[in-house]
């Protein structure tokens, strides 16, 4: 009769860890179990739908008033980045100056650190979720704003990602 | 200076293209300011003044004020930006508060202390420009329109009575007396103001008798000259009803 197969302590934790997504009981002596987060270091996003709300799929347009931004005053946010992707059309009216830019200072407006809206000429910006789009000037201008969704690029992109999220599953008979 | 002051704020909300500042000046220091930005500036057509300052922040020039002068045939076409977040250098007197870096609009010619009595009447000239708030489509006006005026009655009850015309810039002028009976008397004189109360008087007619009936003078820039105002002064203290016709004109006749 063959001896019994002998495993260490070691073989049996090495064994636990090859499923990571299995929760480990706590070492001797602990109470807390270990997590079964992934790696926390990649920021969480929501996974993108495949299926559009109606809020996310509307047009925006209107005309912005601007009003003379003082030094230190807080810059106001023309779009505030709260779609996954958005088209962003801007037309001055009237003179100027009128900067916008991404970044929360921009002032003075000829400082270079936003752009400068030229007048009668339509300027269009393709703004991502999380980009704010600012604006200031210092003077009362005109300026006709147009936001339009992308919803066409939203669910390409959902499909690709359940295309890619099936055939990683495929290729690891594991599911993700 | 009228108060409030007209603001270019208003013609950016209301949707125009242009701001038009159209105000009769209250005295010869009169100056209005735009906080808007302009792509071209031009006299307008009711304006009784020929020339207008229009004065900017340039940091080029010392105190960072340029001026351009508007005339009846010289708008200004090219963009000048309004700077409201900065100041014009302040004088050298210590206790004068900065001015912010504004648009100004001033007269450029010389206006006379206005000054009414019972025996005369003086017109304040009016100051029209027309700021435009975006690249203008066609060509800028170059002429003012005609400037009529009509009298019914010159109040001579008491003796000679006096009325005057801002003429600024005009090249023609037709006036006109009519009365229904003799006994009073017309005369019209030109005005070069070199200092806000004292003035070059040239007599274009010498005091006519009025014998019922249109009495018409011409009065034709080449021939007679350039004024600042015209004086058109009856007398005679008949109180019969005398009608005056004016025309001024920037169009030679």
Known sequence: MAPPKRTTMLSRVVSKIANPGRPMKAPDG???????????????????????SAGANRTQTYTYFTAITGTGADIPILYNGDRLWARVKLTLETAGPVVVGEKSQILPVTSGKGRQLPTGREVEYVISKGTKLYIASTTVN??????????WLEQIFATLNRLAGGAVALATGKRS | MTYPQPSANEAVVDGR????????????????????????????????????????????????????????????????????????????????????????FSPANLVPKIVQSASQQVFAPVLDVIQYLQPPSGTLPQVRNDKDYFFNDFPTAGGAYSIFLPFYGRVFADIRFNTSAGGESARIRGYNYYSSSGAIITTLMA???????????????????????????????????????????????
């Open chain 1, 142 to 151: 005109r300026v006709s704003v147009t936001i339009e969704p992308l919803a």
């Open chain 2, 17 to 104: 293209d242009s701001f038009r500042l159209l105000t009769q000046l209250v005295s010869p220091g009169d100056i209005y300011q735009s906080e808007q930005s302009g792509f071209a500036f031009a006299l307008g057509p009711q304006s009784d003044l020929s020339r207008i300052n229009v004065d900017y922040f340039d940091n080029n020039v010392a105190g960072s004020m340029q001026r351009v002068v508007l005339g009846t045939r010289t708008p200004y076409t090219g963009i000048i930006q309004a700077r409201n977040e900065t100041t014009y250098e302040a004088a050298t007197n210590a206790g004068r508060p900065p001015v912010p870096g504004h648009i100004l």
């Open chain 1, 30 to 52: 602990g109470k807390v179990g270990m997590t079964t987060l992934g790696s926390r270091a990649v920021p969480q996003v929501p996974a993108a739908g495949d299926t559009i």
């Open chain 2, 207 to 253: 005091a006519t008798a009025l014998a019922g009936g249109p009495l018409q003078k011409l009065v034709r820039a080449p021939v007679d000259g350039f004024f600042d105002y015209i004086e058109l002064t009856v007398s005679g203290g008949t109180g019969l009803a005398i009608q005056t016709f004016v025309r001024f004109s920037d169009i030679p006749q």
